[in-house]
């Protein structure tokens, strides 16, 4: 019975299996960068920058159909396109980087709507819009994984400077001209996962696996490497549990795996280690030193 | 050769100088206190030195020393204390020199940076996240950083800024232990005592220098009262300055 319930769908049905891998894949590069986000106050940023492909995926879509190789490389455009012409924008002008990023966003996700409206169904709008990690062929698949691979490959070799940066950028720009570079190559990180994760969750959703898995882990550590481990296996466990969801209650599943985040979310929020609600109002006897 | 040379440097914001037509040179092991009102040019000065502003007009020469050769403590209001990056590491990135992007962290390598913590006084406070540390701790912290950077130029910003004298003696030790390795230490200061007791020689800034020598000689009230009145010239409809050199000929 738990058997059938929790293992079933994915030893029964391969799509489920492929939904799985996808899910985890996208667990393991995007959470670290989420964690990124949150820490450089950039969560909404990336939002912003997730709704920036949209228009891009539409050209493919309008172009080729529902051909997820074709979207991808769209969104890859257009998200660089944006993050550049945002950063442009903001510092040529007195501009504060977060509204010109505002104003993008909203230009895009008018933009995309109507290009897929032009062409598409009411039905391919709602996949663009929500994903469908369901109908992953074995392209895309891979397409995921190569992403996931890169990310975490570039991440590695980053990670020293993007600390420092996050933490101490003038010590950084007095020791090192690393900090730019590894700025940007953050950023195209941003792009990448939220391409990944367009597939599988839509251009709405795909920073959730990002950011909730990492606004979890706040509430349950201080230390980064740690922080970054949770928000993996927050992230993971959310996809699967998502996945099974979806299954059992017929609920779409890019929304699942997000609601399934937000109820650990809540948890975390309610009972975290690090400055959960109820520690905050129970703390418990004050320490001798 | 000189550790630092100013040549007719203006440094400043949006064309307006900050610190303007400064020429002189620091010696070699030299330990300079900079002094001025707020508004003096002092940080601008410094920040032009470790080159993170680059001058308006002028040059700043750093006799064969480059980024790497200069550690450079700034008001550390501009450090996110919220990171979540313990004190161990936080000291560590002082290392940077040596490791790099990729460089391994050896035995060595930590035994240093446990040492440089020691010698702040924060033995224990390896594991604390930098974010509960009180303002003086993290004063130690980035004094340890500084000392992990084995650099030969030191520029320290305002460092005894609310710190209280405890603190205060303990670093100060420290610069005077840098000074004594034959460092470069200039550093931005506001306790005139603290200049005349442990500072040999002092730059008196008001956007414009206003004496520079021995600190006996030049730590007068005249000069300070000409520095009080000098810092008040902002104007936001300035023209260009006529000795300007670069500026005004293009």
């Known amino acids: 019975m738990v058997y059938d319930a929790l293992i079933g769908p994915f030893t029964e049905f391969e799509f489920m299996r492929r939904a799985l891998a996808a899910v985890i894949a996208l667990s393991l590069a995007g959470a670290p960068i989420g964690v990124f986000l949150m820490l450089r106050r950039m969560s909404l940023v990336g939002d ?3 709704h ?9 879509f309008l172009l080729s159909g529902l051909n997820l190789f074709a979207m991808t490389a769209g969104g890859l455009i257009a998200g660089f396109a944006v993050a550049i012409l945002a950063g442009v924008v903001a510092r040529s002008t007195g501009l504060k980087e977060d509204a010109s990023l505002a104003t993008f966003y909203l230009a895009s996700l008018a933009l995309g709507v109507t290009i897929v409206s032009i062409k598409g169904t009411n039905i391919d709008l709602l996949h663009v819009l929500f994903g469908n990690i369901l109908a992953m062929d074995d392209q895309t698949l891979l397409v995921v994984a190569f992403n996931a691979t890169v990310t975490l490959l570039v ?3 980053i990670y020293r400077p993007l600390v420092i940066e996050s933490v101490d950028p003038l010590f950084l720009r ?6 730019g570079p590894a700025h940007l190559a953050f950023l195209a990180l941003v792009v990448i996962n939220l391409v990944n994760g367009f597939q599988a969750l839509g251009t709405l959703l795909a920073v959730g696996l990002m950011i909730l898995p990492a606004g979890i882990a706040r509430f349950w550590s201080r230390d980064l490497t740690v922080m970054i481990c ?4 927050a992230a993971a466990i959310s996809g699967y549990a998502g996945l099974v969801l979806s299954f059992q209650t017929r609920v779409p599943s890019g929304p699942a795996i997000i609601l399934v985040a937000t109820v650990l979310y809540i948890v975390s929020v309610l009972f975290g280690r690090v400055g959960g609600i109820v520690r905050q109002l129970f703390p418990g006897r004050h320490l001798e030193a | 050769m000189a550790a630092v040379h100013f040549h007719n440097v203006t440094l400043g914001y949006d064309r307006h100088p900050a610190v303007h037509h400064l020429n002189g040179e620091v010696a070699p092991g030299a330990l300079v206190a900079v002094i001025g009102p707020n508004g003096a040019g002092k940080s601008t000065l410094l920040r032009g030195i470790v080159g993170i502003l680059r001058p308006l007009d002028g040059s700043i020469h750093l006799g064969g020393l480059d980024s790497r050769d200069i550690a450079y403590l700034p008001q550390s209001a501009e450090i996110d204390r919220s990171f979540p990056i313990s004190v161990y590491d936080f000291v560590g990135t002082g290392l940077w020199r040596d490791a790099g992007l990729f460089g391994g962290i050896g035995k060595a ?3 240093k940076i446990l040492r440089a913590i020691a010698s702040v006084g924060l033995n224990g406070f390896e594991n604390r996240p930098i974010g509960t540390l009180s303002g003086g701790q993290m004063q130690r912290v980035l004094f340890a950083r500084v000392l992990l950077q084995d ?3 030191i520029v320290l910003d305002e460092p005894f800024n609310a710190i209280d004298s405890k603190t205060t003696t303990d670093l100060l030790a420290l610069v005077k232990h840098w000074h004594g390795e034959g460092r470069t230490v200039l550093a931005a200061l506001h306790d005139m005592e603290m200049v005349r007791n442990h500072f040999s020689e002092t730059l008196v800034l008001a956007r414009g220098p206003v004496a520079w020598g021995p600190t006996a000689e030049v730590l007068t009230p005249e000069n300070l009262m000409v520095a009080m009145r000098m810092c008040e010239a902002f104007d936001d409809s300035a023209t260009a300055c006529a000795e300007g050199g670069r500026s005004r000929a293009a």
Do not use: C, D
Request: charged share 15%.
């Open chain 2, 151 to 153: 650099a030969r130029l």
């Open chain 1, 174 to 179: 007095t020791v090192s001209r690393a900090g």
């Open chain 1, 52 to 60: 920036a492909i949209l228009p891009g995926a539409a050209v493919g």
């Open chain 1, 48 to 50: 912003a920058m997730a």
């Open chain 1, 230 to 233: 949770i928000a993996v296996i």
């Open chain 2, 109 to 111: 390598a930590r035994e």
């Open chain 1, 155 to 157: 991440l590695a070799v």
